[in-house]
């Protein structure tokens, strides 16, 4: 579950990087940055619209992840096991 949340949080801070540099929507890589998370982003952008021209989904989604491994870490540690 950690290492999940880990390539989650790369790939969705990979695509905000892309977003800034617009390779093009052409680009491949783009293309499965995209597929791979937007599934997990446009239900926190349905919550919490663009603020201006900025869009804090990946921000919420980043703080939800790692949250999600303090608490799995948490969990281990007291010998809950998961």
């Known amino acids: 579950m950690e290492l999940l949340c880990e390539v989650l949080t790369l790939i969705i801070l990979l695509r905000s990087l892309m977003s800034w540099i617009t390779p093009g929507q052409t680009n491949p890589f783009t293309i499965l940055l995209y597929q791979l998370t937007e599934p997990i982003l446009?239900?926190?952008?349905?919550?919490?619209?663009k603020i201006g021209m900025?869009?804090?989904?990946?921000?919420?989604?980043?703080?939800?992840?790692?949250?999600?491994?303090?608490?799995?870490?948490?969990?281990q540690a007291s010998g809950g096991g998961v």
């Open 42 to 49: 446009s239900p926190v952008r349905r919550v919490m619209p």
């Open 54 to 75: 900025f869009d804090f989904s990946p921000v919420v989604v980043i703080v939800i992840l790692q949250l999600i491994i303090i608490l799995v870490d948490a969990v």
